[in-house]
């Protein structure tokens, strides 16, 4: 199983809504007691426990999918991570397919490797009015709002751990989306 945590690199976005992706493939990284390291030129970080490999690309998220031609074996299970604006602060959704509903890290991963795999979505919010989707999803979030994010990426951790497992795909979404 590749899983691929979709955020923007460096400082300036650490902390930030859009990288709810990276924070949660961290948390994973933790769970497995592994590190992740840059790879490639430095174009990803990327971390391998087991049969399990975690990848944060550094492009921007705009251009994720360029790192994930370069990293997806034929035939294995791929989870992508990623911030959704749609949901509430702190909810989570799982769902395989599907299209990228706007969001160009996954317009970008849809385009290099096809709709077909399993998302974790890890909800941020909509923006306040007179606050931009740029700015909104590249600001950092309130006290409260970070709280519940958090408690959304550790259970996307779960989940997907749940699912590198052998738990079905059917049981983890019924679990996380009810």
Do not use: W
Not at 132 to 139: E, N
């Amino acid at each position: 199983m590749i899983v691929f945590g979709l955020g923007n690199p460096g400082a300036k976005y650490k902390g930030t809504r859009h990288n709810a992706g990276f924070e949660t493939v961290e948390r994973i990284a933790a769970l497995k007691g592994v590190r992740l390291r840059k790879r490639c030129f430095r174009l990803y970080r990327q971390a391998v426990s087991d049969s399990l490999v975690l990848v944060e690309p550094l492009t921007y998220m705009n251009a994720s999918g360029d790192i994930a031609r370069e990293c997806i074996k034929e035939g294995e299970i791929v989870v992508v991570i990623v911030d959704q604006m749609d949901l509430p602060p702190g909810k989570l959704r799982v769902k395989r397919g599907g299209s990228s509903a706007g969001h160009n890290g996954l317009k970008s991963m849809i385009g290099a490797i096809g709709p077909d795999f399993i998302r974790v979505y890890i909800g941020i919010g909509r923006p306040d009015n007179g606050t931009s989707v740029p700015d909104h999803v590249l600001s950092r979030p309130s006290e409260e709002d970070r709280r519940l994010i958090d408690e959304a990426e550790e259970k996307g951790a779960a989940a997907v751990l749940r699912l590198f497992e052998g738990e079905s795909f059917e049981r983890v979404a019924q679990s996380i989306n009810s």
